[in-house]
């Protein structure tokens, strides 16, 4: 099954995501950059508040999983240990760090700052020339022998060009390949819009996650989130996936 991961900023998000049923809520600030952390007060109130809306909102469903993007390799440092427990995921970007040494320094740093139950998400930029980083299939590979779980392509720039800009279906379908050996799932983000998925799906290339956050908001990714938006997204990624 295909999941769909959205990006919120602040309380009023996060019962609309919860409302519409999406699988992973990550908090991010999207005007300040790809992964760009909330104020920490924002993780605990969602932390706290989680049950009580899943209980009211929408019992019958799974309990959507908490993400939290925590900046770049300069800023996680001074956030991370504020994340609560219960966000199951964390992702910090790759900015800058252009040696398979200093990726494997940072995992191994902010591993040691995240409780048992946060699993670090391995990131790529699909724009890495611009972001002066490892490329993806470079952080997928590194990814996978250090027994990571998940893995993300994102963009760094957002311009609006989308990953599938930067990166061929050759590209998309190597970094599925690497993700499959490990084992591990992957996710694809970078300002997607939902006819890329339908363009994924036919050149045979099926992410085991969406990331969205421009596509579901009104006007741009710092826009509001818009609730017909998000459910076209919501019923698009909960379709089976066509098969070749
Ligand atoms: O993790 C997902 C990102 O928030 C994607 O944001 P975007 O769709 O605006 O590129």
Redesign the pocket.
Known sequence: MTDL?V?VRDDSEFDIAVAAGVAII?F?E?SRGALAAVEPAIWQSAAKRLPHLHANDAPHRTRPLLSAALGEPEDWQAVIRRLPDAFQFAKIGPSGIDTAREMKRLWGEAALHLGATTELVAVAYADFEAAHCLSPAEIFQLAGQSGFRRCLV??FT?DGRSTTDHLSYAGLRELGEIASQASMRWAM????RLEIVDDLETQGILPDCY?????VCQHD?AGNLSPLRLQQWVDRVSLPSRKR
């Open positions: 991961l990006s990550d991010k999207p994102d963009t957002k983000a970078g300002s997607l990331a969205v956050r421009g596509d990714r």
